[in-house]
């Protein structure tokens, strides 16, 4: 019979990768809780509508990425191609500027995007966000840049490199975009057909683009900086001198601008050589957007936030996905129907006690479960037959020392946690 394989560029998430992915959600969970923020979940499908104002017309994700369908009621609804917009979508259906001044959330799931597919590119991906509205102070910018950088020395990548800009806003990023246009129009014939089109309606994403002849044109473009009016100039040296106080590295990267046309202000990247991504290297990104949350029809909020890759923060932690599944403790290899009900019930009771324990319940020779044993890498193992039943003792092993240690079965527990210690 055919079998049906996953959709290109949506992967299943099997063990042990599955393993790396608990422990980067686990330090996220604690990192982000001493931050403040407090975890939500937006539904993963929204209105079309919301992408194509919230992210953008102009950006290539509404452009040609989006997963955009009818429901049998017709209506045009998106599988979402990132997270921010629909948590501005639900921080303003639930009116949260009216009950907090400060509102810090985040959020993960998978988002969908019909992209080329490669290392670290595919087509549903997971993100991690946090989003923290109603503060319009750099020194804030400062302390979630400084918050990711805390995430990943404590996931042991590096190197790291951090790349902050300030895109700036009104006024300031209009004059920007006049000076952009006029240095790329004359060099128009030499750019990539997607930055002919940016070039019309999204001039700043050309900064972004990826092919090789773009970059080299892009190279001797105005930088934006030059163009910072002194409110937007001021926010940009307190945010550069907030992270120096923290002891945060980083480069000033003025054609750094994002794929997303809500930012506005700060913006900020992380890259990486480790895990070997090539031009997929960005790990994370993200920056202000104060205008969102009014273009979307909330208060005027201002904001800021940032997306993890999951996939391409995976491949950068070191260590094999194996290192990070809890050990197994303890093995129980049984023979006989009445040792394997003794084997459930110890089991059972050490698993309640905090023990990785695995119970051999196949009615299969010992040396084949001891084989198992050593598979998974237990730290000991226990035979139980006939003979520990009637004694009340046997010999827990250590399986990589070979050495014996006699136990006594009511006393199991104690003497595991002694010699797993
Ligand atoms: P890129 O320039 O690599 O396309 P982006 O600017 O589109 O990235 P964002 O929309 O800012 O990316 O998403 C945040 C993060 O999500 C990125 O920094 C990256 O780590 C990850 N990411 C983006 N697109 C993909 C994808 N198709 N597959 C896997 N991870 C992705
Ligand atoms: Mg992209």
Redesign the pocket.
Known sequence: METTSSVRGMNDLLPPESAKWAHLERVCRELFARFGYDEVRPPVVEHTELFVRGVGEGSDIVHKEMYTFRDRSDRSLTLRP?LTAGLARAYIEHSMSAKEAVTRWWSLGPVF?Y?AINT????Q?Y?IDCEAYGVGEPTLDAEVIAMLHALYTALRVEPITILVNNVGRGEDRGRYREALIAYLTPHADGLCGDCKRRLVTNPLRVL?CKVETCKAIVAGAPSVLDFLGPAASEHFAAVQATLTELGVPFTVAPRLV???DYYTGTVF?FTTTAGNLGS?S????GGRYDDMIGELGGPATPAIGF???V??TVLCMPGDAATYAPPVGLFIAAHGAAARRRATALAHTLRQAGIVVEVEHREVGMKAQFRRADKLGARLSLALGESELASGEGKLKDMAARAEHPVVLSDLLATIQRLLA
């Open positions: 990132e995007r992209e670290g590119r595919y087509r991906f993100q972004d994002r794929g997303l990247e997929q960005t790990i994370v990104a997306g993890i890759g996939e391409r």
